[in-house]
């Protein structure tokens, strides 16, 4: 056995909204591996099949090698989960939370304290505290030690980083890169395509259907429309001007500048130049770039019409 | 061993948050208190200091001894004299009088020579509770009175009924509602407490994480259920203990036999509880059922304040699923008329059915997923 999740033709319906269709992924044993969609892509259904909350309408689900339907018992035991919402106890502190789950996992904190110890450190200043008084990233972080307190092979995180402000979920993924290194398979979703690169592997999840698997550079490398990054004193000008650009393929905001892809491969900036300086824009600037993460999933997104790029 | 522990741990955290929520705490050691003091001090059926008017036209030695009588029963209160009927018409408008007696003019006269006379007692009908219970009274003190002086006229005719209340001769309202009390705190604690607190976990998603653990349902469940047996077998032995050393209240039967239909009663509301929150998701429903559903029947259908036998027959049908009903026939049976075992297997028996009944139907339905 290889692969820590075999996910074969799964899909679920609640009553008329179809969460997945027909998904399959596989995540190999000891993968970091992300699955990037936005909210309602189907992200959550997906993670609750997988630690068996859920049955798929149809189907099959496999996870550490038992059948997520027969043998759900056997995968409880041995995976991590950390729902998306904050699941611990508010009215209990940060040390009888971390108690409270090693015991209802036939362990104790102790017996392996080494695993944790890295990120219970930093929260052990605050060890009397009400859990609901911790701040996003420290909610964050006990979660992540609770669902990691009997040493499971497989974690699944659910949007861990979800409203959790920057330095935090830089620490996380750091925390994360040393789990793995454990030998700890990690299945993590977000919403945050900048946190896709920090993955082995990376799933794009839209509408309940996977757009692409793929590491991060391999995702990249399905991007192949001639990319460029303009940039001109009045945003909201300049968009509204490359968009009627009888060659524009996709035009975007992207941070402070707009994100320009052409249809015909053999674009040049300085005809883009010659075309935007005959409006009143001012200041413009064009420059032809690698395509990022984000770039590749807007693109993936446009055209994807149900068929699976793989 | 391990599974031991764990589920150990597991109702060490449900203490945790019964004590650390004061809402809960109070709930589940101020009610029982309060309102036993409550209905102990403040809400009876007892009468007193029913507010009289005596319009004595006759002014005699009979309608002054009768008078005196009824004055020195304690519970009336002379407000007024009144002089004509208008008066005493405005005076029951105003409410400043419940109860009118009048005398007809040569009372005495009249009762040496035809041995009765006429007293007419008016009462203000708005309050037909009220009014019953001391017009009755009324009556009894003036039989009385007739009863004592019949030796200078005729022996009374007729039939004469003397009361006897057997097992609470005072009629004291507090041991009618001691019984109702444990059976509604009882309800409130075991049913209402669990029903919350598992929907709590459904609602803030730990019970996603709790099934996604080593825990077996069954595990959970008994879990969620240990704390509030004990918590509410404490509240038993506390109202019994208030309610004899304040009120004065016997508990005429065997103690452990109450005891133990106590703690059967204890396991129908848990059980109860436990069924609401396996077909509910959030605490506010299990709160809406655990009131609706069972506190307003369990007062009002299960004889607590109104007798069953009153009501109309729909109504006593349905009372007979009401778990507070049998439990009420028996404690009164215990505490006041002594009974034992014996007399009381059928109750029993229909509590401890209703017991496994819906513990099996909230086994069947615990769900092990997410809906």
């Known amino acids: ?310 | 061993m391990k599974e031991w522990s764990s589920f150990v741990g597991f109702v060490v955290k449900e203490f945790y948050h019964i004590f650390r929520d004061r809402r809960t705490a109070a709930i589940l050691f101020g009610m029982p208190v309060i309102q036993l003091l409550l209905f102990g001090y403040a809400i009876r059926n007892e009468i007193q200091e029913v507010k009289i008017g005596i319009a004595d036209l006759s002014r005699d030695a009979v309608s002054q001894a009768i008078t005196d009588k009824i004055l020195s029963s304690g519970t009336f209160v002379l407000v007024k004299n009144p002089q004509s009927h208008s008066e005493i018409q405005s005076a029951f408008r105003s409410g400043a009088m419940s109860e009118a007696v009048i005398f007809e003019p040569a009372s005495d006269r009249e009762i040496q020579r035809e041995g009765s006379m006429d007293i007419q007692v008016i009462t203000d009908g708005s309050d037909p509770n009220v009014s019953r219970i001391i017009t009755g009274y009324t009556a009894s003190v003036i039989r009385d009175y007739l009863s004592e002086s019949a030796t200078t006229v005729d022996e009374p005719k007729g039939v004469v009924p003397v009361p006897l209340m057997m097992f609470n001769p005072g009629l004291k309202s507090v041991y009618l509602f001691v019984p109702g009390l444990m059976a509604l705190i009882l309800m409130l604690v075991s049913a209402l407490m669990t029903s919350i607190s598992i929907t709590r976990e459904k609602e803030s998603g730990t019970m996603e994480v709790l099934l996604v653990s080593s825990l077996k349902p069954i595990q959970i469940i008994v879990g969620k259920v240990v704390p509030y047996f004990l918590l509410s077998f404490i509240n038993v032995v506390s109202i019994l203990v208030i309610a004899s050393l304040v009120f004065g209240v016997p508990c005429r039967g065997s103690v452990l036999l109450l005891m133990a239909e106590s703690l059967l009663f204890i396991m129908t509301a848990l059980s109860l509880g436990m069924f609401i929150s396996t077909i509910t998701s959030s605490q506010q429903v299990a709160m809406m059922i655990s009131l609706g559903g069972l506190l307003l029947p369990t007062i009002l259908l299960s004889g607590f304040i109104f007798p069953v036998a009153s009501m109309p027959l729909p109504l006593q049908v349905i009372s007979n699923v009401i778990p507070a009903k049998w439990y009420l026939i028996i404690v009164r049976a215990i505490m006041l008329k002594g009974a034992g075992f014996a007399v009381l297997w059928q109750e029993t028996l229909v509590l401890a059915v209703m017991t496994v009944v819906l513990i099996g139907a909230s086994l069947r339905n615990f769900s092990e997923r997410l809906e």
């Open chain 1, 1 to 310: 056995m290889t692969s820590a999740v075999e996910v074969k033709g799964v899909t679920k319906k609640f009553k008329t909204v179809t969460a997945l269709s027909n998904v399959s992924l596989t995540v190999g044993k000891g993968e970091l591996f992300g699955i990037i969609g936005a909210d309602g892509a189907g992200k959550t259904t997906l993670f609750r099949i997988l630690c068996t909350l859920m049955l798929a309408d149809e189907g099959r689900a496999e996870v550490l090698g038992f059948d997520a339907r027969k043998e759900y018992r056997s995968i409880r035991s041995r995976i991590g989960y950390m729902p998306g919402r904050f699941s611990l106890y508010t009215d209990l502190s940060v040390e009888e939370n971390l108690k409270f789950f090693a015991t209802v996992f036939n362990t104790t904190v102790e017996e392996n304290y080494e695993l944790i110890a890295d990120i219970y450190t930093q929260l052990e200043p605050f060890k009397k505290r009400m859990a609901g008084q911790l701040s996003g990233g420290m909610k964050q972080k006990l979660a992540l030690c609770c669902a990691l307190i009997h040493r499971p092979d497989l974690l699944l995180l659910d949007e861990p980083t979800t409203g959790v402000d920057a330095v935090s979920r830089r620490e996380f993924w750091q925390m994360l890169g040393r789990l793995k290194e454990q030998g700890i398979t990690i299945l993590v979703s977000t919403p945050y395509m900048d946190e896709a690169s920090l993955c082995d592997r990376v799933a794009f999840l839209q509408d309940g259907t996977i757009l692409a698997v793929d590491t991060p550079v391999g995702i990249t490398g399905l991007f192949t429309a001639p990319l460029f990054s303009v940039r001109a004193n009045e945003k909201h000008k300049l968009l509204t001007r490359l968009r009627s650009y009888p060659h524009a393929k996709s035009v975007y905001a992207f941070g402070s500048s707009v994100h320009y892809t052409d249809h015909r491969p053999s674009a040049s900036s300085e005809e883009i130049m010659r075309y935007l300086s005959e409006s009143e824009l001012q200041e413009i600037t064009i420059e032809r770039i690698e395509p990022g993460i984000e770039d590749t999933f807007m693109a993936l997104m446009k055209t994807d019409d149900g068929s699976h790029h793989e």
